[in-house]
């Protein structure tokens, strides 16, 4: 089987390329083996040549193999196996040093007919050494997986950082609230100062007032009485000033003017008292362990007149510590966040009673310390007012009905405590308040029994 004239051009040529070549019969029997095959699997053509190729190399793929050629000749077209499907046909160990963890020269195979006429004669199959490629390949792949990794880190350093710079702008926002309450406050404290000692002697005047108003009536009682013993000219005269002066209606008139006056200046005062609580400048309040169940549920009794005929009061406590506070600022925050959940709720439905208003509370996971929330199903805040609610004096109420100190007084007395407020609303929708306070914010904590209310109704 020694080949001749363009036969011996042909397998010269085979032996020169780099690249692996034989070829096979019907009967599986080798017909060219070139000198790639001869230095990779150490078998000389001399020895190959007339052989059964599956004899010599039992370990290859017999049952894959003859169907590829068995394809090949029934259809005469190309065949072709890649190293990402089967990494090698012959196990050429390599010979040089392996790399990239391979054991064994990665291959990709083409199988070609030959053909004599029309007819398919013989396969030939030329194996491609893609070692290096694949090394490459898989360098490339970790170098992917790397640079995944590295984005994936990036993206999720960017989200820590897209966090940590949300919570630095709220930080700074709460600081500048801070500061701004802070320096209100001693406004107020003064101004609070300056108001009441004015209001105090002014009511004074007015109680003294209303005496001598109540002196003179009688002293013209006791005129008019004696008008009848005078005489037609007097009596004349009398009855003229009496005309002139209104004096019926003055008589009507001047305790309603008296009252009015108390009552405003008795407003006045209810403002200067908020003032006062606002800059905490009261410092005579004691710190006390106390249940907090019981100082909301005397508050909700205090308010229960307020809330009853615009909303449903609900209370779902849950299971609280005892906690070092002042219980009359308490009070005051769940007052002042209860009515005003309650004038939120009020005209938000067709009945009387149109909202609902729920106080809940419970412990802070992780945390020494425990909540409250106030939540009403009312009208909501704005989104552009949401920045200025804990402002002094500012009010969404129409003139007259609101001082706009409620929210501010209940910010100052949470920051006395150590605690955070936190408000999310939804227009139409609703408001909800939470309070977080520290268990213990001054002292150490005695042990004491955990407290719970069970959810109910009013």
């Known amino acids: 089987m020694e080949p001749v004239g363009a036969d011996k051009l042909a397998f010269a040529i085979a032996d020169l390329v ?3 070549v034989f070829a096979v019969d019907r009967g599986m029997r080798v017909v060219i083996w070139n000198g790639f095959m001869e230095r990779h699997s150490g078998r000389a053509r001399a020895d190959m040549l ?30 072709f196996s890649g190293w990402e499907h089967r990494p090698y046909l012959f196990r050429f160990d390599h010979n040089r040093p392996i790399t990239g963890g391979l054991d064994a020269m990665r291959q990709n195979c083409t199988f070609i ?31 992917e997986r790397l640079v995944s990794d590295a984005l994936e880190q990036l993206t999720e350093r960017n989200h820590e950082l897209s ?3 949300a919570q630095l702008e709220q930080a700074h926002q709460q600081l500048l609230q801070s500061e701004k309450l802070a320096a209100i406050g001693q406004l107020a404290a003064g101004v609070a100062h300056e108001i009441n000692n004015p209001v105090g002697f002014v009511l004074s005047n007015l109680n003294s007032l209303e005496s001598y108003v109540h002196d003179l009536l009688e002293v013209i009682d006791a005129y008019m009485g004696a008008e009848a013993s005078l005489g037609t000219e007097e009596r004349g005269r009398l009855s003229a000033a ?8 003055v008589r009507e008139d001047a305790p309603a003017l008296l009252r009015e006056s108390r009552e405003g200046l008795a407003r006045v005062r209810e403002i200067v008292v908020d003032l006062r609580d606002f800059s905490r400048v009261d410092t005579s309040h004691a710190w ?14 205090i308010v229960g007149k307020e809330v009853r005929y615009r909303a449903e009061l609900v209370r779902c406590f849950g299971e609280l510590p005892q906690v070092r506070c002042i219980p009359s600022q308490i009070g005051q925050v769940v007052l002042n966040l209860v009515i005003n959940a309650a004038h939120a709720c009020a005209g938000t439905g067709t009945d009387a009673v149109s909202g609902m208003v729920c106080v809940r509370t419970g412990i802070v996971a992780g945390e020494d310390a425990v909540w409250i929330e106030v939540q009403d ?11 200025r609610i804990f402002e002094p004096f500012f009010t969404t109420k129409p003139v007259g009905q609101g001082t706009g100190l409620g929210l501010s007084v209940t910010y100052g007395i949470v920051s006395a405590h150590g605690g955070t407020i936190d ?26 029994e955990h407290t719970a209310l069970a959810v109910g109704r009013s």
């Open 377 to 387: 199903t009312g009208c909501g805040i704005a989104p552009e007012n949401m920045k």
């Open 50 to 79: 007339g052989g059964s190729l599956f004899d010599v190399f039992p370990d290859l793929p017999e049952k894959w193999l003859r169907r590829k050629f068995e394809s090949v000749f029934l259809l005469g077209s190309y065949a």
């Open 423 to 448: 408000v999310r609303s939804v227009v139409n929708q609703g408001t909800t308040f939470r309070i977080v306070l520290p268990v213990d914010h001054a002292g150490p904590r005695p042990a004491v």
């Open 113 to 143: 007919p030959i053909r004599d006429g029309e007819d398919v004669t013989a396969v030939c199959v030329t194996i491609t050494d893609m070692t290096d490629i694949c090394i490459a390949y898989q360098e490339l792949q970790k170098r």
């Open 163 to 165: 966090s940590a710079n």
């Open 18 to 20: 780099d690249v692996g």
């Open 242 to 249: 009496r005309r002139d002066a209104d004096l019926d209606y």
């Open 288 to 301: 006390e362990w106390v249940d907090l169940h019981r100082c909301i549920e005397s508050t909700l009794n």
